[in-house]
């Protein structure tokens, strides 16, 4: 018999080739994890700065890590177990660092990630030939941190844009020199609008209609039933999931399980299918339990969206519980920042941003605002107080509140007679009397106290925020040392944007979040960063390619005024993120064909002007739901918890969620579900705007040998057998429903070739199909989108 490796070779269905990862997730852990470390441990030795370089080495720089001091290299990228500073760091052996005392295990932990990662670190010796300052000429000088603008749209003499998106694209392509590539065909179309919008292929019949619906919006009508799905939120709100650090654990020192974490997810899946005004959806997270609410159900939404906050991971068994408290402040202005404004705020704890204009000030202005947030809490277990995380109590619905009130009424009616029954046994027992009816009476008791506990509808609890009873400024920490404190700065917002017009007031009674996420929408960045966000996923690639870095460490915008355009628009039509879509996917630049001619190869490798369509890897969720629906077995029932049996990593792929759409799947910090993981699933304890891509031989093995993809074949192939009769038909069939177009007339007489050499016996044969529908799902056909 033929594997289906043979196969996948005999047909010519390429499976891939090297490319390499991309470096922002890399950089943001540095930044988060590894540089504040630097700044508060390591700087006052080996530094620049330092009064005496220890060791003659320099740990402020790149190249100082790399090469080392006197004891030679301290790190080998790539291999932290070779590494002479994680020994150093352990304490084992001289030299050890810190010299006054050991780091703790879990930041031990990140610098072996980070070395493990190829040790990936922005700083340069050179210094950055111009760094903003805060200036006012830098400020209004940098693009970022002006004001939108409101470009006219370009005139071109052509008739060939569809609409003002095309007028921008055409402009800055004919300036270069270059023309737009042919349109993509029909079938490519519909196959890359069905992923971006919902993240599932169409079917054969549904390729079949668009094929034949020759009117001048038939793709106008698909896009908008596409808009109009519910799939839509799950494909869009698993790109906001990215950015919300979502997880279903808390990860750190204990992976806690977060058991409402699922309401925070299904809130943002509502939202983007509601098309819920994008200032709205920001506000609600960052301050959603300090807005009014008109009914129950609005009150309860706005404190999930809260939930936002929460999400990060924390180090629940640290005993500094300022120091906790702290950081995870920091984590939140850290997020806050990448998220909303595409700015690197955390960089701002320890020392002046250096290449941004943000001071210590804003950052602690900042922080005083989180830090009247409350975000953990405490418990105790065993001598040790462990922190958990804020919860607050939803409302029931009327029938389960009465039945949960009438069970608590006889729950303590219950419970008095079990307290009256043991203090007559106590007695009893004292006075060496007959005890039998009293413990048979007590026993019933606990009986009925215990099946009205198993009875009882439990109190819905959302993770949200709430403040402090006692909102207050925040004191400065030196170097980020929470034990060393400089001077109090009032709570306020960046001062960057300032232009004496949207630096609202706080009230000293509130931690003022509700007053920063208004403030937060009236900045130019806001509506810039989203629109670019929504470019990214639509097009590979964002208008500006740092998509979580919009400052001066950051890429320059390709098509500066179409961006101001464009957020400009967003803006004006009430912050919809369904019309900003609809607008980008029906111009003639978002239906290019792939094909560059090659003028645009050698001007525009890289495709920064748009004049074609990135071909793109299917991330990890699309590839497993496309095959769940190819195969006919995906559910796809919406929302509700999946957590259950969590701890337990057979029963979790076992179970009923296991064959919804992955957005469901629990995300369990350190185990994360292995299709996505390697299939560049981002880390969930980090925001991510924009994932690593990488084409590595475990993918292929992956598809050729996981029993997952083996199953999705075989159902695959019962699919085709019920719906196709000769062989040739069910070859087009299997190409039309995995790789969404008709097999060429080569491809066609290979796969008969193939099939009539094993057409001995019908066991075989049947194999056969299964290897052949396997080979399609692991050639690059289906892996990529064009």
């Known amino acids: 018999m033929y594997s289906h490796r043979f196969f996948a070779i005999a047909l010519g269905l390429s499976v891939s080739q090297m490319l390499p990862a991309a470096q922002p997730a890399g950089i943001e852990f540095f930044e988060s994890k590894i540089r504040p470390v630097l700044v508060q441990h390591c700087y006052s030795c080996h530094s620049k700065d330092a009064k005496r370089l220890r060791g003659g080495l320099r740990l402020d720089t790149r190249e100082g890590v790399l090469r080392g001091g006197d004891s030679g290299k301290i790190i080998v990228p790539g291999k932290p177990s070779e590494s002479l500073l994680i020994q150093a760091l352990r304490h084992r052996g001289e030299p050890a660092m810190p010299p006054k005392g050991k780091l703790p295990d879990s930041v031990i932990a990140d610098f072996e990630r980070w070395i493990a990662l190829g040790a990936p670190d922005p700083r340069r010796e050179t210094a950055v030939s111009r760094r903003l300052s805060n200036a006012p000429d830098d400020r209004e000088d940098f693009w970022a941190f002006r004001p939108l603008t409101k470009p006219a749209i370009p ?21 270069k020199g270059l023309a737009p590539a042919e349109d993509a065909d029909r079938f490519v179309l519909l196959r890359r609008v069905y992923f971006d919008l919902i993240g ?13 619906d020759k009117s001048p919006d038939a793709f106008a009508k698909v896009v908008d039933r596409l808009l109009a799905s519910p799939h839509f939120g799950e494909r869009w709100g698993r790109h906001w999931l990215d950015l919300a650090r979502y997880a279903d654990s808390n990860g750190g020192d204990i992976n806690a399980t977060y058991t409402n974490a699922w309401r925070y997810r299904d809130y943002v899946i509502e939202a983007f299918n509601e098309d819920k005004p994008y200032d709205e959806f920001v506000i609600e997270q960052l301050a959603g339990d300090l807005l009014p609410a008109k009914t129950d159900a609005e009150r309860d939404e706005q404190l999930i969206a809260t939930g936002f906050l929460v999400l990060g991971a924390k180090m629940l068994s640290e005993r500094d519980k300022e120091k906790l408290r702290m950081d995870v402040v920091d984590e939140q202005i850290d997020t806050v920042g990448r998220v909303f404004l595409g700015l690197t705020l955390g960089c701002a704890r320890c020392h002046e941003h ?78 060496k009397k007959n005890t039998a009816d009293t413990e048979a009476k007590l026993k019933e008791l606990i009986g009925r106290i215990d099946e009205l506990k198993r009875k009882m509808p439990p109190i819905p609890m959302a993770m949200a925020v709430r403040d402090v009873p006692s909102p207050s400024d925040c004191r400065i920490t030196i170097r980020g040392n929470v034990h060393r404190l400089g001077k109090t700065v009032p709570r306020g917002f960046l001062t960057l944007f300032e232009d004496g017009t949207i630096q609202p007031t706080i009230d000293p009674s509130t931690s003022g979040r509700l007053e920063l996420a208004r403030w937060l929408v009236r900045t130019p960045l806001v509506p810039r960063v989203m629109v670019n966000r929504i470019w990214h996923h639509l097009f590979g690639a964002g208008l500006v390619r740092s998509v979580d870095d919009f400052g001066n460490r950051g890429d320059r915008p390709s098509h500066p005024e179409l961006l101001d355009y464009l957020a400009g628009k967003f803006v004006e039509e009430h912050w919809s993120v369904k019309k900003m879509i609809r607008r980008l996917v029906l111009s003639r630049t978002y239906q290019l064909s792939t094909h560059a001619t090659p003028l645009a190869k050698a001007k525009d490798p ?146 008969l070739a193939f099939f009539k050499a094993i057409s001995e016996s019908e066991e075989i044969a049947r194999e056969g199909w299964v290897d052949f529908c396997q080979a399609l799902f692991a050639s690059t056909q289906f892996r990529f989108v064009e």
């Open 155 to 175: 005139t071109v003499d052509s008739p060939w844009p569809h609409n003002e998106v095309d007028h921008f694209i055409l402009d800055k392509l004919q300036s």
């Open 354 to 431: 250096k290449f941004d204009p943000i001071p210590v000030e804003d950052y602690y202005a900042l922080a005083g605002i989180f830090r009247s947030t409350l975000t953990i809490s405490g418990s105790i277990l065993g001598n040790v107080v462990i922190s958990g995380w804020s919860k607050q109590r939803l409302s029931m619905p009327p029938e389960l509140a009465a039945k949960r009130q009438e069970l608590e009424k006889q729950l303590a009616q219950y419970t008095a007679q079990k307290t009256e029954a043991q203090q007559l046994l106590a007695s009893l027992k004292k006075q």
């Open 200 to 212: 599932l292929p169409p079917t054969p019949e549904q390729l079949e209609a668009f094929a034949r």
């Open 606 to 751: 890289e495709n920064i002007w748009f004049g074609r369509r990135n071909r793109r890897h299917l991330d990890a969720e699309s590839l497993r739901d496309a095959m769940l629906a190819i195969s006919g077995v995906l559910d796809q029932k919406q929302g509700g918890s999946t957590i259950a049996g969590i701890g337990d990593k057979a029963r979790r792929r076992s179970t009923e969620a296991f064959f919804r759409r992955s957005i469901y799947l629990p995300i369990i910090r350190t185990d994360v579900e292995p299709m996505l993981e390697i299939f560049d699933f981002p880390n969930p304890g980090m925001v991510t705007g924009r994932r690593a891509v990488t084409n590595v031989p475990a993918q292929a093995l992956f598809l050729l040998n996981s029993p997952f993809v083996r199953q999705r074949s075989e159902e695959t192939v019962n699919q085709i057998m019920a719906h196709a009769g000769s062989t040739e038909e069910r070859i087009e069939a299997a190409y039309l429903r995995i790789v969404n177009r008709r097999p060429s007339a080569a491809e066609q007489a290979k796969a």
